[in-house]
């Protein structure tokens, strides 16, 4: 908990160290059919070695809403991403306010996760496009990140997304698989099929020897 307060202090802190590293906005199709849903991932590259990040974007609520992926929650969250050390990984802030078009995420890794660097995708965000919507944009306003030694980085921020909408286009591109989550599942599955072969095996061995 003391560590989670410093992270915390230290993303709303004054003080910035140099810029490293860049976070931009990424999604595989700017054309897409009106009224259709899409997603937004927030990226970065070249990040030095951090340890927790505070993220804002802004987007027009007349033009798009924001789905929620976390049914588990009450409030409209956006979905993680595989930067972090998504099983070490603690949320001070997933918030989405559909009335100003602000999203806010403050994320914390904890002990023992290690510090990353890199590129890679920090979290991501589902939106639905309004029936009559015909442009919008979707902009990245805040990237900063904390380090476990007391550093704060204000990261260069990428230009943002204009989206067009319009009948004759196509849907955009699924989201593609989470592999961070896919990987303990695809682990536990096998443990389990494993343990059903053994059993499968024990229990034909002891009917043979019964009918010997």
């Known amino acids: 908990m003391k560590q989670l307060t410093m992270i915390f202090l230290l993303l709303n802190s ?8 860049k976070a931009y906005l990424y999604s595989p199709e700017l054309d897409i059919r009106a009224g259709s849903e ?4 927030i990226m970065l590259k070249d990040a030095p070695e951090v340890y927790g990040s505070q993220i804002a974007l802004q987007f ?25 050390d998504s099983a070490r990984l603690y949320t001070l802030k997933n918030a989405v306010d559909l009335k100003t078009g602000t999203i ?7 002990a023992p996760a290690k510090s990353v660097a ?15 919507t015909s442009t919008t944009n979707i902009e990245l306003k805040q990237a900063d990140f904390g380090t476990k ?14 989206f067009n909408f319009d009948n004759t286009f196509a849907d955009a591109p699924q989201a593609p698989a989470d592999h961070s989550i896919l990987l303990p599942i695809t682990i536990v599955a096998g443990f ?9 095996l024990k229990s034909k061995k002891g009917n043979t020897m019964a009918n010997a």
Do not use: C, P, W
Request: glycine content about 8%.
């Open 14 to 21: 004054l003080m910035v160290a140099a810029s490293q590293g």
């Open 38 to 41: 899409f997603y937004v991932d």
């Open 60 to 84: 027009d609520t007349k033009q798009v809403t924001v789905l929620d992926k976390n049914e588990k929650e009450a409030a409209v969250q956006i979905e993680h991403g595989d930067f972090f």
């Open 104 to 110: 806010d995420y403050i994320v914390s890794q904890v």
């Open 118 to 132: 890199g590129d890679g995708r920090v979290a991501r965000v589902f939106f639905k496009a309004n029936e009559a």
């Open 149 to 162: 030694l007391g550093e704060k980085y204000t990261f260069e921020i990428g230009e943002s997304l204009q």
């Open 192 to 200: 389990v099929l494993l343990f059903a072969i053994v059993l499968f």
